[in-house]
Structure formats: structure tokens, C-alpha cells
């Protein structure tokens, strides 16, 4: 879990705090405490001592890759060190990458989560945004999608709103499953801190949870026009896909 929480932050740019608190008030995920997390990474460095000459070589070699090209991944990176003599192998590379903060440019599928499981009749809104994506004030356009992450073979799910202008976090939501509770909790968060949103454009993709009547229930009565994505076209929820 304190993996994960590492993972998180580098991923989100929040604080240990932060993330612990988000995932500690949520029942689905395994809790961890502050000390319990520092004291895992304030062990002794065992790395330190074993691949002390691997790591400085590894970082040498990201720095020159990276300043020619995109960040190297760790399976680059482990082709140069066995090309040099280096016997490791990649797991090791990449445990060592993400024990020094040296992250990869990796290509996302496409689609690592899809909740699209068909129309519901009369639930489907138009795109009132059309890849129009920027906006002149806050809380004039907002988006929002679920992204799955793949952490120690345990799937969790990220669900945030975007804000248009500026593209600041206006609330998000982790969880184990991705289902309506989920979605519903972060929008109780972003109507805590934003109470005047008439007018307001929400767009999604046509998920399940946001052609829910509930959720839409939420948006109507506070004056929100929701909008969707055309039916498999992603580049109208470019923002949030980006």
C-alpha cells in the first residue's frame, strides 16, 4: 500500500497527507497511516548498498536520454546497461527508476477503461462543447472521466473533474471499483466547495454513471447543462483524455 500511495502522489502531485486521508476515508481500500508509510521508506536502503554504481548509471543515462529525446522507459534504460555489462533485469531497472523518482514517457491505451455499455433512450445529451474545450471564467466548463491504474496487480480507479479554465482540480475520487457511488461522492465534493454553478457545461463521455438518472437528477436541479461525447469518439473529450 505505501507503494501505492507513492505512486499517487506522483501521479496526482499531492502531499502524503493528502492521499492518505483520501484513501483512508474511503472503506473499499486497505487503510495505512502516516508513520506506518515513513517507515517503510526510512528502513534501511538496502539498494543503496547493492546497486549503488547501477543507480548512478542509470540516472546518468536518463539525463542523456531525456535531453535528446522524451524520458527514457525502464526497458530502454535496462537494453543500454546490458549492452554495457550490466547483468540486471528489468524488473530490477524498474524498481530502481521508480525508487529515484525517474518515470518514463509511456503511451496510455486508448482505452484502459471503458464504463460505455450502451444508450439509454432519452439519457443521451449533445455535445454542447464541440472540442471547444477552453473557458474565459471558472465553473463555466468542466470534465470529468475515470482512469484506471494498474498498482502492485491491484486495479484502482481515479474519477476528477477538470475545470476548463486553467485546468485546475476541482474534485477527484479514488477507488477500488468505479461504480455510481464513486462518481456521486465526488460530485458532492465539488458542489461543497462550488456552490453557484448555474449555466455551468459538464461534459463526459456516454458512461453508464453519467446517463444515470441519479446523477443527472444532480446536475438539473442545480441549473448544470450536461454534455456528452459523440459515440466513440474520443477527441470530443480531448481535455480530459489528454
Known sequence: ???????LRHELGLGVKKIIEI???????PHISRSNYYDVYTREDKDQVHH?????RIQEIYNEIKNRYVAPGYRRIRHILHREGYQINRKTVNRLMRKMGLYGYVMKRRHPYSSYQGDIKGRIKPDLIERKFFALRPNMKWYTDITEFNLKGKKLYLSPIIDGCGR???AYNISRHPNLKQVM???????KANQALNGLIF????????????YQHELAIRGIEQSMSRKGCSPDDGLMEG
Open 1 to 7: 500500500m505505501a507503494q501505492a500511495v507513492t505512486e
Open 52 to 56: 549503488d554504481d547501477v543507480m548512478k
Open 185 to 191: 461522492s465526488m460530485l458532492n465534493d465539488a458542489f
Open 168 to 170: 485546475d482540480i476541482v
Open 203 to 214: 461534459h463526459t463521455d456516454r458512461g453508464w454513471q453519467y446517463q444515470h438518472k441519479t
Open 23 to 29: 484513501i483512508n476515508v474511503n472503506e473499499d481500500l
